[in-house]
C-alpha cells in the first residue's frame, strides 16, 4: 500500500516532532517557538507491506502577510494530495478560532482523517478522552489517537491505522 499523509494543526503542537518519531531521523525542526516550519517537509517511512510519504505542515493560521499566506498554501498544498489526513491537537486544546478555521477547510477534504491527540506524557488521559468526545462530532474522524510524539508512545499503532485505511 502507498499514499500521502498531511500532519496539520495548529503551530506547536507538535507535528515536526511526530514526523521526526515517524521516520525516525531528524528532518524537521523542532522550536517551541512558533512558525519554525515554513514549508512542508515530506518524509518517505517504508515497511513490509507499505510506504507512506508523510508531510509536514507549518502551522496553521491566519494569513496576515507574505510569509504567512505561503505557509497557508503550504498547508492547502498538502491537504490536496493527502489521502489521510492526521489532525493534530493537544490534549488541552482549545478550540480557537485557527483552529475552526482549519476544522472549515478540512471539512472540504475527502481525505480520511485521523484525530491525533499529542503530549500524553504530560496531559491526564482524561483530558485527552473529553477533548475526543467534543472533537468527535465536529469532522468524521475515522480514528481518534492520542500519543505522545516525545516519548513514542502509541506512534507503531498510528502507523498501522494509517495502513489499514489506505
Ligand atoms: P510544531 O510547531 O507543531 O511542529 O511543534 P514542534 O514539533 O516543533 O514542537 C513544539 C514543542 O512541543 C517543542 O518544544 C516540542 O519539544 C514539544 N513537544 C512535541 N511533542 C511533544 C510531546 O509528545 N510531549 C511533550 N511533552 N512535548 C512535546
Ligand atoms: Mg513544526
Known sequence: KAGFVSILGRPNVGKS??????????IAIVSNKPQTTRTNIQG?????????????????????????????????????????????VQADEHMGPEFRNLVKILEESKATKFLVINKLDIFKKEKAFLLAEKMFPVLNFTEVVPISARTGKNIDLLVELAVKHL
Open 17 to 26: 516532532t511526530l514526523i521526526n518519531s515517524l521516520i525516525g531521523e531528524k
Open 44 to 88: 518517505i517511512k517504508t515497511g513490509e507491506n507499505y510506504q507512506i510519504v508523510f508531510i509536514d505542515t507549518p502551522g496553521y493560521h491566519k494569513a496576515k502577510d507574505t510569509l504567512n499566506r505561503l505557509m497557508v498554501q503550504q498547508a492547502a498544498d498538502s491537504i490536496d494530495m493527502a489521502d489521510i489526513i492526521f489532525l493534530m
